[in-house]
């Protein structure tokens, strides 16, 4: 069985989905039963193959930037899952100094700008990177990632509009699990292929197999090598499935069982586990070993959450407000 991408990248592919499926429901568990985690709690649990995809269609130090289902791609950024339970738990040692908590992660030095809990407000922002890079002049491109919920705001339609006109580094991705919260993208618009949403500022827009790692890597390639060139901003709609429920308190009564279960015969890490075992790629004891050396990181993720410190008090302020006055403010 031949295939576009060498054996190095299906193993890279099966361990980060591995990663991201663990560490969630490792989180789920300890959110649910045991009461470590609180707040609001919104899992990437099916949503995997597009986080794995866009990693290796892209540069490290191209910017990623996304709404509040932010864990997964916080991790294949390469944010420790260390910081990022941590984080959960609200500890000092956390990618957000226990600040952020499961919506806000962030990190600056790899690139991964959040996390953010306003429904859109991350999309302004990712054209804002976009610009950034533009005017240093860089080569990097801005990996701006919203919901079908989100593709509704009307931060969008200016934000394309700006993107276009200015030809912009930006890959705008919605990530279309089907549901904004507990609604379906058919009962939000007359448009339900969100892609085309793309045809009104004349930008390039696609529709793209969300439960595939080889199609999401290709379509994010081929959008970035034409963002990078010059060509400005792809609209990318990538269609996958959250097996959990918007957030972890989510009671799911607006699908059936069955749907999901359709869904998870489709399940990404099987697909790419599939392909590996077929080209002979790994063995399933090799598998098994990559599985279980995941397991034993997330396993210690937990154990330095739990055993690391709370925020200081004199941790309030910080990073809220300045100390210094602005150099361009008159009195």
């Not at 470590?36 to 193959?49: D, P, S």
């Not at 997964?72 to 609200?90: D, T």
């Not at 869904?263 to 077929?278: A, E, G």
């Not at 080209?279 to 739990?306: G, M, P, W, Y």
Request: with cysteine; hydrophobic share 40%.
């Amino acid at each position: 069985m031949a295939t576009k991408f060498s054996k190095e990248t299906y193993l890279y592919w099966y361990e980060l989905m591995q990663l991201i499926r663990q560490f969630e429901l490792m989180a789920e568990e300890k959110y649910k039963m045991e009461g470590k985690i609180r707040g609001f709690f919104h899992a990437y649990v099916g949503q995997e193959a597009i986080a794995a995809g866009c990693m290796t269609a892209t540069q490290q130090m191209d910017p990623f930037i996304t709404g509040y289902r932010d864990h997964g791609l916080a991790l294949a950024k390469g944010v420790s899952a260390n910081s990022c339970m941590a984080e959960l738990y609200g500890k000092a040692t956390g990618c957000a100094k226990g600040k952020g908590g499961s919506m806000h992660f962030f990190s600056k030095e790899l690139a991964f700008f959040g996390g953010h809990g306003i429904v859109g407000a991350q999309i302004g922002t990712g054209a804002g990177l976009a610009f950034a890079e533009k005017y240093k002049g860089t080569n990097n491109v801005s990996l701006t990632f919203f919901g079908d919920g989100a593709a509704r705001q009307g931060m969008v339609n200016e934000v394309f509009n700006l993107a276009m006109t200015w030809k912009l580094p930006v890959i705008f991705i919605c990530e279309n699990n089907a549901y904004a919260m507990g609604t379906s993208v058919e009962r939000t618009s007359n448009v339900h292929d969100i892609y085309k949403l793309a045809d009104a500022f004349e930008m390039p827009g696609d529709s793209v197999d969300g439960m595939s790692c080889e199609a999401v890597h290709e379509a994010v390639a081929r959008a970035v090598k034409r963002a990078r060139e010059g060509g400005g901003p792809t609209l990318l709609e990538i269609k996958t499935y959250r097996y959990k429920g918007h957030s972890i308190s989510d009671p799911q009564k607006y699908r059936t069982k069955e749907e999901v279960e359709e869904y998870k015969q489709r399940d990404p890490i099987i697909q790419v586990q599939n392909t590996i075992l077929k080209n002979k790629f790994a063995t399933q004891e090799e598998l098994d070993a990559i599985s279980k050396r995941v397991e034993d990181v997330v396993v210690e993720s937990v154990k330095f959450a739990e055993e690391s410190p709370w925020p200081s008090d004199d941790e309030v302020l910080k990073d809220v407000y300045i100390d210094q006055d602005y150099p361009f403010i008159v009195d």
